[in-house]
């Protein structure tokens, strides 16, 4: 009898357990899935406020779809100007890169096949597409730091830049197997570059455009002491004389000695007429050319697309 009710109590004790494990189990299951539903609800709640306010931040652009297809797929943490901006300067970017290998790419099989008028253009595209790079490079680095006129003018020129690529393939005539593959492309990369400008005036207070004009001060860029001294005063870095009594003969090979930086790079062209192109790399900055005056420094070229070559290439300077 002792023993019958010793084996009763032990098998209550041991059910009691059994349901007591059963009763964690639920509780933990339904905790778990109450805690996944809440990150959930919480985590599709911050996707849709992140789409929403790309959305409306790219009704703001001249290329509202391409921006949204280009911005929503992407991962961005919080709705925040400032993150939307750098994913947009990077999105831009990476179609930048696409372009400028397309444009080597063609431009060595141009040069292969023997399309010289083909490659000049397509070559002018690859510098173009490089000095883009840079631009769009230079605004996401510093659209924090620098002025607001400075980010604007580095993203339109990277807009210029397309266009001028777009011209020089149009002055050529080039043949429609290299004009049919860089037109769309290059054009679908002005939407992107178009729409960080655009973002970036909707997002980035300041001051309008200042004109240099719109007072009596010069820019901090120019030396009025240096503007205002006889030529006799200068101290030049290099000196170009046609009759061989300067450094350089041209004016281009002393431009070539300029290494740019934050030291002003000063060439004192002697009187005379200089009958070339002068090209100056963008790298090249603070390069300041004096001549004798009107009429006694010529710097002239006779290049033009009726010769062969592109407007880009046509410039005396």
């Known amino acids: 009898m002792h023993k019958e009710k010793k084996s009763k109590i032990l098998r209550w004790s041991s ?3 059994l349901l007591l494990v059963l009763l964690a189990v639920v509780l933990a299951v339904t905790l778990r899935r109450r ?23 790219c009704q703001h652009t001249l290329y509202p779809l391409t921006c949204e297809s280009s911005l929503l797929g992407s991962a961005l943490a919080e709705p925040e100007s400032s ?45 173009l597409l490089h000095d883009t790079t840079e631009q769009l490079t230079d605004s996401a680095n510093r659209k924090n730091t620098a002025a607001k006129d400075d980010v604007r003018t580095w ?10 690529c777009i011209d020089g393939i149009n002055d050529l005539k ?56 006889p030529v006799g ?17 041209t ?33 090249q900055t603070n390069v300041l050319l004096v001549g004798d005056g009107k009429g006694k420094t010529i710097i002239v070229g006779s290049r033009s697309v009726g010769s062969g070559f592109t407007t880009f290439r046509s410039a005396t300077f």
């Open 15 to 17: 059910l009691f357990l």
């Open 35 to 57: 805690a996944t539903k809440g990150s959930s609800d919480s985590d599709h709640q911050a996707t849709t406020a992140i789409s929403k306010f790309i959305t409306s931040a």
């Open 83 to 127: 993150q939307l901006l750098d994913l947009s300067f990077r999105v831009a970017l990476d179609k930048v890169d696409q372009v400028h290998s397309l444009a080597r790419n063609l431009s060595q099989d141009a040069q292969v096949s023997g399309r010289f008028p083909s490659s000049s253009a397509l070559d002018d595209c690859v510098e």
């Open 155 to 164: 993203l339109s020129a990277a807009l210029t830049n397309l266009d001028t």
């Open 174 to 229: 080039l043949d429609p197997s290299t004009g049919d593959k860089m037109k769309p492309t290059t054009a679908n990369l002005s939407h992107y570059i178009s729409n960080s400008l655009a973002l970036y005036e909707f997002f980035t207070p300041g001051p309008g455009r200042r004109l240099i004009g719109a007072g009596d001060d010069f820019p901090t860029w120019v030396n009025r002491k240096l503007l205002e001294a």
């Open 233 to 249: 005063q200068l101290k030049p870095d290099v000196v170009v004389a046609k009759d061989g009594t300067g450094a350089c003969d």
């Open 251 to 283: 004016v281009g090979k002393a431009v070539a000695m300029a290494k740019g930086g934050e030291a002003r790079f000063v060439i004192y062209v002697k009187e005379g007429v200089y009958r070339e192109n002068v090209v100056v790399k963008r790298s």
